[in-house]
């Protein structure tokens, strides 16, 4: 099974998981002097803003086995490079995603479409729709965009920015960088067994943390949209009636009971929130996500919340592989992780695809 984040779930400037209902962090983004930098807007500095050869993000959505298929599998790249230091005012990007292998041609990431202010809204995938400034705190913010180019659909600190060196054979990286990149380590035809890291090669980690609460709606049932016509779990009913008669849903039946109806501030709905939060497997991420249901215009839709403070999930990555009709069994990252030139060059250099 491809390993690629759920509906564009990862910001493309700055690695940053997507959020709405955001109206802003908890800290100030008042601009802060070249010396009044902290460590972690430094170390973002160092990576993402030029003359720095920009942060290098791979999107793979590659098996974990076998031969890739053209159309459906894809390995993408995109370099996050601000003109100039938030410490001037907010910055942006326009680099766009770029082919990686050349016989894996770009597939159309799947938009979020998020609830906010009792609408759908779709994100922008444009990488000039993510905003980022410095905070008085000393963090990194960014903020995603709806497609209208206005609205903040997404608001993210990041924080505890680590470089970590790469030196030797690819498969001898820190496991944090195996794990994050599983997709292209698992499938033994993806990399060159014996290619080495660049003199140079380094990565960038760091935590991204949700500054509010925000619900994203997804379609029900096996057929997929992408644009606000998000598929409902029931028409022409409440939201109560439809949880008091049960929504079959993720393995079980959910009721009035596991959750509570609210009208939560901004989202001008009512929404139903389940008490306990999704397994991972469920999820297909570390993210702690809570399963929620939701009424707009006399139909129940379905969506997930991620709560303020959240620390956002990565990639996922295989610890027993699946066999004899049992499915694998994987583990869930719970950081981010951007490349310098040196690492990005290495690792394509190495493919075999």
């Known amino acids: 099974m491809p390993n690629f984040h ?9 690695g940053v998981l997507t959020c709405t209902g955001c109206g802003g962090g908890s800290s100030s983004s008042t601009p802060t002097t070249g010396s009044q930098l902290s460590a972690d807007q430094k170390a973002f500095e160092d990576y993402f803003v030029a003359p720095a050869a920009g942060a290098y993000s791979i999107l793979p959505n590659l098996t974990y086995s076998g031969a890739q298929v053209s159309g459906t599998n894809s390995l993408e790249y995109s ?6 230091s938030p410490t001037m005012g907010a910055q942006s990007d326009s680099i766009p995603r770029q082919d990686m292998a050349t016989t894996l041609p770009l ?5 979020n479409r998020m609830l906010q202010g009792g609408q759908l809204w779709i994100q922008s995938t444009d990488p000039s729709a993510n905003i980022i400034t410095f905070t008085s705190a000393g963090e990194v913010d960014t903020k995603s965009l709806a497609v209208d180019g206005t609205t903040v659909l997404a608001d993210h600190t990041q924080s505890g920015y680590a470089e970590v060196s790469l030196s030797g054979p690819l498969n001898s990286a820190p496991s944090e960088f195996i794990n994050y990149f599983n997709n292209l380590f698992a499938n033994a035809s993806v990399l060159n067994p014996s290619a080495t890291f660049q003199l140079g090669s380094a990565y960038l980690k760091w935590t991204a943390t949700a500054n509010a609460d925000y619900y994203v709606a997804v379609d029900f049932g096996s057929t997929k949209t992408t644009d606000t016509n998000v598929i409902p779990v029931a028409t022409n009913t ?3 009636s439809a949880l008091t008669t049960g929504i ?13 109806i609210s009208t939560p501030t901004g989202e001008g709905v009512p929404v139903w929130v389940a008490t306990a939060p999704l ?13 929620v249901y939701f009424q707009l215009d006399n139909n129940v839709y379905k969506g997930y919340l991620i709560k303020a403070g959240t620390v956002m999930g990565g990639n996922s990555y295989i610890i027993t592989p699946a066999s004899a009709g049992k499915p694998a069994v994987r583990g869930y990252t719970n950081y981010q992780i951007r490349l310098n030139k040196e690492a990005f060059e290495s690792i394509q250099a190495a493919l075999q695809l």
């Open 279 to 291: 397994a991972e497997t469920t999820a297909g991420t570390a993210t702690t996500e809570y399963r």
């Open 248 to 260: 079959a849903d993720d393995g079980t039946t959910y009721t009035l009971g596991e959750g509570a």
């Open 107 to 111: 597939v159309e990431p799947d938009p």
């Open 79 to 84: 370099v996050a490079s601000l003109p100039a």
């Open 238 to 240: 409440s939201l109560s």
């Open 6 to 14: 759920r509906p564009m779930l990862l910001a493309l400037i700055a």
